[in-house]
């Protein structure tokens, strides 16, 4: 079955733009998470929705930072007024509400370059 | 402050042998403890975990073995094939906590 897809897979902006990123889960998924991975780092938490409870945000490293998800299905990563230190993958992951504890499927990512 | 630590940016090893990548972590509430493989332009994919409540799992050629009382975790493939090379994450969550810390990875390469 299809598995986690991220969109675009390469978006290269000028400092002080809006970019929008989007997520499709797998079909079913109830969890969805965003993760960030700069540059020989390890993947950094940035926020959670599950089913139609409130989203954790506890991540999000500035107001620039926003995202939503309609449904159970597609999500949104908006990050306003871009700065160069906002350049990294952008990972979209996705759990049933039954998973093994905390096995995320995660998509190819969303490489952000902020010039 | 890191809680979880891949102090090897990059391990080589032959064909065969076995591959250890080792991860310590800080935070004593972590319980579960997980390995993620990941290949360039791709997204990582869960390979084995492990609960707190084991010092191992097996799962075909890896092994992960867990030492709670050091809070240090390896990953063991044996025998390494070229295509395990890749980077190995290490994560982990503590209680009810969905959230994933990881680790800043190691880079494997198993040489033919």
């Known amino acids: 079955g299809a598995g986690v897809s991220q969109s675009p897979s390469n978006k290269v902006t000028e400092k002080g733009k809006d970019v929008e990123l989007r997520c499709d889960p797998i079909?079913?998924?109830?969890?969805l998470y965003w993760y960030r991975q700069r540059l020989g780092q390890g993947l950094e938490f940035l926020i959670y929705?599950?089913?139609?409870?409130?989203?954790?945000k506890s991540g999000l490293p500035s107001d620039r930072f926003s995202a939503e998800r309609t449904g159970e299905s597609v999500s949104t990563l908006t990050i306003q007024r871009t700065q160069q230190e906002d350049s990294a993958v952008y990972l979209c992951?996705?759990?049933?509400?039954?998973?093994?504890?905390?096995?995320?499927?995660f998509g190819p990512g969303t490489r952000l370059t902020v010039l | 402050d890191q809680q979880v630590k891949q102090n090897s940016p990059s391990l080589s090893v032959q064909e065969g042998r076995i591959s250890i990548l080792n991860c310590d972590y800080t935070?004593?509430?972590?319980?579960?403890f997980l390995w993620y493989k990941k290949y360039p332009a791709e997204g990582p994919t869960f390979l084995i975990s492990?609960?707190?409540?084991?010092d191992k799992n097996e799962d075909g050629r890896f092994t992960v073995f867990l030492n709670k009382s050091a809070k240090h975790l390896s990953l063991h493939i044996v025998p390494s094939q070229p295509g395990d090379s890749a980077v190995y994450f290490c994560?982990?969550?503590?209680?009810?906590?969905?959230?994933?810390?990881f680790g800043k990875g190691t880079l494997l390469t198993v040489n033919p």
């Open positions: 929705f599950q089913g139609n409870s409130a989203p954790d």
């Open positions: 992951a996705s759990s049933p509400r039954r998973a093994l504890r905390n096995e995320q499927f």
């Open positions: 079909s079913g998924h109830t969890a």
């Open positions: 935070n004593s509430m972590f319980d579960y």
């Open positions: 994560a982990a969550s503590g209680g009810s906590n969905y959230k994933l810390t």
């Open positions: 492990i609960s707190s409540i084991k």
